[in-house]
């Protein structure tokens, strides 16, 4: 079970820096993600810890030692990549077992290993089957089984699952973190796709504009966003933009741009602050009305859409803003378009943060 | 605006049928999806509507007019693909211009156009950027700006959002629909993402091997499916398959393949071979231990947070796995291992005749 260690982590492109001044440690074992919008510059980071890309500036460490001038043969790593990349003249088999043969072991030892990968993979009674018989799923798990037959430990998987349909793409991701977990080996997986990052990790890491944003476990990032950035792009957030008119203790009194007021807690800001308060939509709470108490807004039901698991709701403020609030199918609570409600704000399940000096849209800009 | 009716369409590839007596009638200035697995026909039935593709048989009518003999440029209906191709060396305006610009539209009223369209697409700011210069994103909602400057009165959209990162997608996808909404446009969305489909749709059709499974509204589809393959597509769901052992009135008791019994009611006789199906969010998790009907005890077996919700998978004490999505932050007050009690709530089970080809191969898991 390897470790990976990157320090000081660099990679430029002539002037852009796809990567810059990346650290971040990897525990044995770990399952690992790199979230962020595309060109944030992930694929350049698993493309250095592979050997496929040398660093400008930092360095890579696997399991204490030194990698920056190991060739990549030489790192014992299985790499699988989005575009699935199998030998389409040779049959799942052959696919599988192709790095132990080219790395000269006997053949029994070969037939060992490649048995135990394709059995993992559920594929032993396919093996005899071309790439172009299979689904996608299927194939993406014969360059699974490839990489697990060159005996690594340290998986690096680069938007595995994103060429594939959604079904399958669900099917693998439960599959993906069960042989890591079972087999003890250690995953850094790169994606593009929020609720594949949180479903598969221990940890994810959000990165954009080639920097590193935040690390966290997938519940921590969610409930407890340390940046905006963060707020937006794992799950969805409403972002209300607001002065600290009053401290009151530990709370704040937040008048927000179109005079309403909220009471939360402080957050360590303090008179005059200049914040954005961020609020996910399933934690706001709706009721029927229009009578304005402490920590609510009064709005209207400007559209419902029925997302499979959830209601949401898009209301206009008086103030014209528009938020979005998911109610759960299983909740008897519904309300209908143009109908008044009451929007009601947790002080415990609401995010602040200082207004970023370029701007709100600047900051959550997903591309 | 225009309605559209496609009439018993019919579509064959040498042997292979990829569109099989298909008929549809889209209201004006509907928003309409269709959704099915890869190869389902999808795509052929846009290019039918938009003329790229002729059909076997069968007729197309968009305002109530027959478009058989029609090109594609007289049909007022603009085919939209999953990457829209601009002109790599016109700029954003130019791009967006380039419809009226040909059909002879006299300058200010170009103009007119051009800003409208980049004003509705949030890109008035960069009318002299090249494609090279703008985002993914950008880029698509530039290709929208210069479909939509075609006076076109029929949008066909083949998966405009397949290209783009996930969390991009999502915002787009509300856009899209406020588009269309605002311009008073039909709109035919192509795709194969569910929830996609259910976010944006006013109607969804969802279509398997060429022929049409049901057409309804997102929440019709997902709460009364038609068979066990529409209640796996839209939404996931829990089968029970088993036999009915008794009846009364429509109330069936069914004997599962677990040697489980459940009741539902249903149009079914002693004997029947059927399959039962609860949505993943109807399932109820709670630590009560009194029993009763549709009531079972089991373990929780392992966790899977996705932010909003988390789905837990239970292993029944008769051995029959089942998942369950709750709030995340009921799920919280879950642990491994730890011993629940399961209830599926009669009115949301629906009984199926059973697949004739067998249920994996029906729902396709």
């Not at chain 1, 993979?121 to 014969?142: C, D, F, I, M």
């Not at chain 2, 539209?105 to 494609?131: C, F, N, Y």
């Not at chain 2, 008073?184 to 749709?201: G, K, L, P, R």
């Not at chain 2, 039962?276 to 947070?305: L, R, W």
Request: hydrophobic share 40%; with cysteine.
């Amino acid at each position: 079970m390897p470790v990976i260690e990157l320090k000081n982590l660099t990679m430029r492109f002539g002037s852009i820096a796809a990567a810059d001044n990346i650290n971040l440690n990897v525990k044995s074992g770990e399952y690992v993600t790199i979230l962020g919008p595309s060109g944030c510059g992930k694929t350049t980071i698993v493309r250095m810890i592979a050997g496929i890309l040398e660093p400008t500036s930092g360095e890579v460490y696997i399991d204490g030692k030194l990698m920056n001038n190991v060739p990549i043969y030489e790192r014992n790593i299985g790499y699988v990549f989005q575009n699935i990349a199998l030998f389409p003249h040779l049959n799942v088999w052959n696919n599988a077992t192709y790095s132990g043969r080219v790395k000269g072991r006997d053949r029994e030892r070969a037939t060992k290993i490649g048995n135990e990968a394709l059995r993992l993979v559920k594929l032993l009674n396919q093996k005899a089957l071309y790439p172009r018989e299979l689904s996608g799923g299927s194939q993406q798990k014969t360059s699974l089984a490839r990489a697990l037959c060159s005996d690594t430990k340290l998986l690096l998987l680069d938007e595995p699952l994103s060429a594939l349909d959604v079904v399958e793409r669900m099917g693998l991701r439960r599959e993906l973190r069960r042989l890591v977990k079972t087999l003890n080996l250690t995953a850094i997986h790169v994606t593009h796709d929020q609720e594949e990052a949180m479903s598969i990790s221990d940890r994810v890491v959000v990165m954009k504009a080639g920097k590193i944003v935040e690390i966290n476990t997938p519940q921590n990032l969610y409930n407890n966003p340390k940046k905006i950035f963060t707020a937006n792009f794992v799950g969805e957030s409403n972002f209300i933009e607001g002065i600290v008119s009053m401290v009151d203790g530990p709370n704040i009194v937040v008048e927000m741009n179109d005079g309403d007021i909220l009471r939360l807690k402080s957050h360590g800001f303090t008179y005059g602050d200049a914040i954005v308060v961020s609020v996910r939509p399933e934690n706001i709470v709706l009721e029927k009305g229009e009578d304005n108490r402490e920590n609510t807004v009064v709005a209207v039901i400007h559209d419902i859409i029925f997302i499979s698991s959830y209601i949401r709701y898009v209301l206009k403020t008086k103030g014209g803003d528009y938020l979005n609030v998911d109610v759960p199918i299983t909740s008897n609570k519904r309300f209908n378009k143009d109908e008044s409600v009451i929007v009601i704000f947790d002080p415990e399940k609401t995010c602040v943060y200082k207004k970023p000096e370029e701007g709100l849209p600047e900051v959550l800009k997903l591309e | 605006m225009a309605a559209i009716r496609l009439s018993n369409i019919t579509k064959r590839y040498g042997s292979l049928t990829a569109v099989d007596d298909f008929t549809i009638d889209v209201k004006d200035g509907e928003y309409l999806t269709i959704i099915g697995p890869t190869g389902a026909g999808k795509t052929t039935i846009l290019k039918i509507i938009a003329g790229l593709v002729e059909q076997d048989s069968g007729d197309v009518f968009i305002g109530g007019e027959p478009v058989n003999e029609y090109p594609p440029e007289k049909r007022s209906a603009v085919y939209f693909p999953q990457t829209y191709s601009l002109f790599p060396h016109f700029n954003v305006w130019e791009n967006t211009t380039f419809a009226p610009r040909i059909q002879g539209v006299g300058e200010q009223e170009i103009s007119t156009i051009g800003k409208e369209m980049l004003t509705m697409v949030r890109l008035w700011k960069r009318p002299d950027a090249l494609p090279s210069e703008l985002s993914g994103g950008m880029q698509q909602r530039c290709g929208l700006a210069r479909a939509l400057a075609a006076n076109a009165s029929v949008l066909l959209l083949d998966e405009p959002l397949r290209a783009l990162d996930a969390r991009l997608r999502i915002e787009l996808r509300y856009e899209l629909r406020k588009l269309v909404k605002d311009l008073n446009i039909t709109a035919i969305h192509v795709t194969h993402d569910q929830e996609e489909a259910m976010s944006i749709s006013d109607r969804i059709a969802v279509i398997k091997n060429g022929r049409l499974e049901q057409i309804d509204t997102p929440q019709k589809l997902f709460d009364i499916p038609k068979n066990p393959f529409v209640a796996n597509f839209i939404g996931f769901s829990n089968f029970i398959e088993g036999v009915i052992v008794n009846k009364t009135d429509d109330l069936l008791t069914i004997k599962g393949t677990y040697d489980d019994t459940i009741m539902t009611n249903g149009e079914f006789n002693i004997g029947d071979k059927v399959v039962a199906s609860i949505k993943i969010e109807y399932v109820v998790v709670d630590k009560q231990n009194e029993g009763g009907p549709n009531t079972f005890f089991g373990e929780i077996e392992d966790f899977t947070f996705l932010g909003k919700f988390t789905t837990l998978d239970v292993k029944l004490d008769n051995g029959r796995k089942i998942v369950s999505k709750l709030q995340s932050t009921i799920a919280l007050s879950y642990s491994k291992g730890e011993k629940v009690r399961v209830k599926f709530p009669q009115e949301k089970l629906i009984a199926f005749e059973y697949p004739k080809f067998g249920l994996i191969k029906e729902v396709g898991v």
